[in-house]
């Protein structure tokens, strides 16, 4: 959970955010986004900055394989909407080759690129979501929900206005559908609810990620987490900037 004396990941992000208005952009990029993450203490994958072109680097060699690749551009912020996002590459080979087709379906989108992402696999677990949106009469605000078809079609989600309580992020847990999920049921993979708990109130709770970078998000998206016994890793991340008032 994140306490008053946590300094250090309001200025790092405050740092990125600016950086980000300063060149004109609308979001940050996933490497900053997951940058700011961590810095609050959110799980994310080891993770490789990859140029437009060149050979792989070396520090590729720290990452242990299957890898991911994702496209990294300021246009694009869906990516899998253009194959922006490869799974279960086996060797740097296997990455070059999807960065040049990436890189290819990106100029015929007429789509900047910024670089890629290449990152490890996560564990496996259950997928939830977490989202943040500035809501223009109740400020920030957030979304819990389980990932795959239950956000998607089923749409088993619970919401509050930030910032939230444990007894809040506790309420939002049992709101679900599909919470006996996250409790091992059928044999399935059994989730803490104090981690779940701890993870809502670092994003959501007083001194948390949308209570301290209220005015600079307009909305935040982490879909999916996946969390299991081990803990919890924000695979993909979306930060949304908000414009600034005059």
Do not use: W
Request: hydrophobic letters at 50%; proline letters at 7%; a negative charge.
């Amino acid at each position: 959970m994140v306490g008053p004396s946590m300094a250090a990941p309001k200025q790092l992000a405050r740092r990125l955010i600016e950086a980000a208005r300063r060149e004109g952009r609308k979001a940050l990029d996933e490497a900053a986004a997951k940058q700011v993450l961590a810095a609050y203490g959110i799980g994310v994958p080891r993770s490789l900055r990859l140029p437009v072109e060149g050979p792989m680097p070396t520090a590729l060699d720290a990452l242990s394989p299957p890898y991911v690749l994702k496209i990294m551009s300021p246009d694009v912020l869906h990516k899998s909407d253009m194959g922006g996002v490869r799974l279960g590459l086996a060797d740097a080979s296997a990455v070059l080759a999807a960065r040049n087709e990436m890189a290819t379906a990106a100029a015929r989108a007429g789509a900047r690129l910024d670089g890629f992402l290449v990152e490890e696999t996560a564990p496996v677990g259950h997928d939830i979501v977490i989202g943040g949106v500035r809501d223009p009469s109740f400020g920030q605000t957030v979304m819990f929900g389980l990932g795959g078809i239950f956000v998607e079609v089923l749409k088993d989600v619970s919401f509050r206005i930030c910032p939230i309580l444990p007894i809040d992020a506790r309420d939002m847990i049992a709101e679900l559908r599909g919470a006996p999920i996250l409790s091992g049921a059928r044999g399935g993979v059994r989730v803490d609810e104090s981690q779940l708990v701890d993870l809502l109130m670092t994003v959501a709770g007083p001194k948390g990620l949308l209570d301290e970078l209220a005015d600079d998000l307009a909305e935040v998206d982490l879909n999916p987490i996946i969390v299991s016994a081990s803990g919890a890793v924000a695979v993909d991340a979306r930060f949304v900037l908000a414009e600034r008032q005059p």
